[in-house]
């Protein structure tokens, strides 16, 4: 595991990629439009992760003083892609800044899928699913 090693007069402090990774998720899930993170094209498109599971969609490359994020998303149907891609790029680069100090050089944003709300009112859909009758 690489980590982020600075050192003070106190003493050293490590930042290891995982945590930078958890924080780029986060952040990312934080923006709306955005349905879930996903795993990866190796994952699945499909496999939309929990909050359990948030440096799954994320990959990190930490340096001694700047960061590099991809990050693997899913939007919500419906909103604008490019607006929620940088929001998603500003509020993941402001997070790890404040948090650890790093200069964020990159954040890549890839949409791997559309996520498609189920309908909320349970006669429309059971309407839409029933076919017309076609014999009187």
């Given at each position: 595991?690489?980590?982020n090693e600075r050192r003070s007069e106190l003493g050293e402090l490590k930042i290891a990629d995982e945590v930078v990774g958890i924080i780029a998720g986060l952040a990312?899930?934080?923006?709306?439009?955005v349905a879930g993170m996903s795993g990866g094209i190796a994952g699945g498109i499909a496999e939309m992760l929990g909050r359990k599971n948030l440096s799954k969609g994320v990959k990190v490359e930490v340096g001694e003083h700047q960061a590099a994020v991809d990050l693997?998303?899913?939007?919500?149907?419906g909103?604008?892609?490019?607006?929620?891609?940088?929001e998603i790029?500003?509020?993941?680069k402001r997070a790890i800044e404040v948090m650890t100090?790093?200069?964020?050089?990159?954040v890549n944003l890839h949409v791997?899928?559309?996520?498609?709300h189920q309908p909320t009112n349970?006669?429309?859909s059971a309407a839409k699913e029933a076919p017309p009758n076609r014999v009187r």
């Amino acid at each position: 595991m690489a980590e982020n090693e600075r050192r003070s007069e106190l003493g050293e402090l490590k930042i290891a990629d995982e945590v930078v990774g958890i924080i780029a998720g986060l952040a990312a899930v934080e923006v709306e439009g955005v349905a879930g993170m996903s795993g990866g094209i190796a994952g699945g498109i499909a496999e939309m992760l929990g909050r359990k599971n948030l440096s799954k969609g994320v990959k990190v490359e930490v340096g001694e003083h700047q960061a590099a994020v991809d990050l693997f998303v899913i939007v919500d149907y419906g909103v604008s892609i490019p607006k929620v891609a940088e929001e998603i790029q500003e509020n993941v680069k402001r997070a790890i800044e404040v948090m650890t100090g790093l200069d964020v050089v990159e954040v890549n944003l890839h949409v791997l899928g559309v996520h498609f709300h189920q309908p909320t009112n349970v006669e429309e859909s059971a309407a839409k699913e029933a076919p017309p009758n076609r014999v009187r």
